[in-house]
C-alpha cells in the first residue's frame, strides 16, 4: 500500500470533477464493464442517491494518478437498526454488475487499500454488502484473505454472468449456435417474408430522436410485461424514478456511442425494442419489449439476431446476456462465469448481529426457492449462501 494516498468523495459535485479521470480509468482496465463508467455511475447517484449517503473511495498513486474508484454509500435497514455501506447502493436499480474499478497493475495494493479503509469506517457501517462481483480477477481472493487476517465473517452467495465470444462473421456465430436455435434465427424470418412483411433494422443515431426512441422503448417494454404470454416479464421502468435514470444515463451513453437504441420494423411499423449497451468492444443486451401481437412470428428473436450481426461487423469481440442462466440465453450460445454477492461483518458486535439477520434471511429465501417437491421420491440439496469467519 505504500505510496497509494485515498480520499473520500461524498457529493455529486464531486464525482463530476473526476470526470475525465475516471473515463480514462475506464478505458485503462480491459476487464471494466460499461455498469463502472461515470456515466452510468454518476447518472445513478443523481437518481437513485438522494436518500443515500455517498462514499466514493478514490486511490491515486504516487504521482496522483487515479488507479481505482469504489463507488459506496450507506444507508440503514430495519427500521434505522442497521447500518448498511454497500458497492453502489442498496437495490443496485437497473445495475448489473457492481466491481471496484481498479488498475491491473495495482490490483493486490488497491485491494487492500480498499479493505482497511473499510475496516477504518468500520464505526459507522454494520454490514458491507458488495454485490455481483465478477470471480475472474484478484479481487474477491484477495478480499478473502484481508476478511480472514481482520476477523471479518464473509457471506458468499454465487451467482452467474451469461456471456460468449464473438467471431469473425455471423457464419461462424451461427454455425456455433444448436440446430434448434439454426433453425429458429432463420425460420422466423422467413415465415416473415412468406407472408408477404418485410423487416428490417432501425438503429437510432441522432441525439434529436434519442427521447423519441426512449418513449418507444419504454411503450414496448410495459406492454411486453402486461401481456399473458406465458412466463411472466416485470416492468422494470414502473416507477418515474426508474424512468427518468433510464432517460439521463441514455443521454450521457449514447453521446460517445456507447448506446444503440435498436428497432425492429415490420413493414414500416417499429414491433420490438432492445437498448443495446456497448462498452470496450463488448456489446450488452440490455432490457428489451415487444408488441405481443407479433410475439407468435419471434420478433425478439429476429431483432436479437440483427443486433449481434451489427455487433459481429463493427468488430465487437464479446456479446454480453448479463445475470441469470435464462434458457433462451444459453440457446445464443452464452456460458456461465461465476459472480459473488458478498456480505462482511466486522468483529464488532452490532456488526454481527446484522451478519447473522442477513445470512438467517438469505438462507430461508434460498431454501423456499428452491424448496423440495414432497410428492417426489428424491429430492436434491440446493446451496445456501456459503461462510467464511470464526465460528459463534
Partial sequence: MSGLALSLLTTPDELASIK??????AALVDGSTVFQSWEWVFSWYEHFGRDKHLQVLAVRDGGGQLIALAPCSRTSSHGGVFRLLHLLGRGNDLTEYVQVLSHPNYARPVTRAL???WHRMS???DLLVLPSLPDDGQFVADLRRQAEAHGYRMSEEPNVRMSRTLPQSWQQFYR?????????VNNYVNRLRRAGHRESLSVVDDAAHLDQAIDVFLDLHQRRAEANLGRRHEN???TEQRRAFLRSVARRLFARGALWPCFLEVDGEVVAAQLCLAHQRRLYLYYSGFDPAWARNGVMTILTRRCIERAIELGYRELDLLL???YEKQRWGAAPSVVFNLALASPRLRSRAAFHIYHARHSAAAWMTHKPD?????????PVPSVTGEPT
Fill in 374 to 382: 414432497p410428492s417426489s421420491t428424491t429430492s436434491r440439496s440446493e
Fill in 20 to 25: 475525465a479521470e475516471w473515463q480514462a480509468l
Fill in 115 to 117: 479493505f482497511e479503509a
Fill in 123 to 125: 464505526d459507522r457501517w
Fill in 236 to 238: 422494470r421502468f414502473a
Fill in 176 to 184: 456455433s449456435l444448436s440446430k434448434s436455435m439454426k433453425d429458429n
Fill in 324 to 326: 441469470g442462466p435464462d
